[in-house]
């Protein structure tokens, strides 16, 4: 299960926290990753995080930072500096590994239901 929290209505520029509280992985030590989807566009890799490391999108690189804390089996987004741009629904998902530019690889079958991040001016 995947269960995605922390979104909001800020302005550009401001800050939010995403968190997401991952369970029932099929792999013994997955990566957890954001997805976010935005009307009209691509789906994208934000940002995952695995034992190897971290890796972000190039968009967001330098405004979020991904962080996970294995004893609660949960993970941050903070993201800072937010823009227009990143107004959408953001999905924590689980997998086998981080495989480049922010996505998740090997996907576990089930999503979070996401949450909803709106920067408006």
């Known amino acids: 299960q995947l269960q995605a929290s922390g979104g909001g209505l800020v302005q550009p520029g401001w800050s939010l926290r995403l968190s997401c509280a991952a369970s029932?992985?099929?792999?013994?030590?997955?990566?957890i990753g954001w997805i976010r989807e935005a009307p009209g566009k691509a789906r994208e890799g934000v940002s995952c995080i695995s034992s190897d490391g971290t890796d972000y999108a190039d968009s967001v690189k330098g405004r979020f930072t991904i962080s996970r804390d294995n004893a609660k089996n949960t993970a941050y987004l903070q993201m800072d500096n937010l823009q227009s741009d990143d107004t959408a629904v953001y999905h924590c998902a689980t997998g086998a590994y981080c495989s480049g530019d922010g996505w998740v690889g090997a996907l576990d079958d089930a999503w979070g239901q996401g949450t909803l991040v709106t920067v408006f001016s």
């Open positions: 029932g992985s099929k792999y013994d030590d997955p990566a």
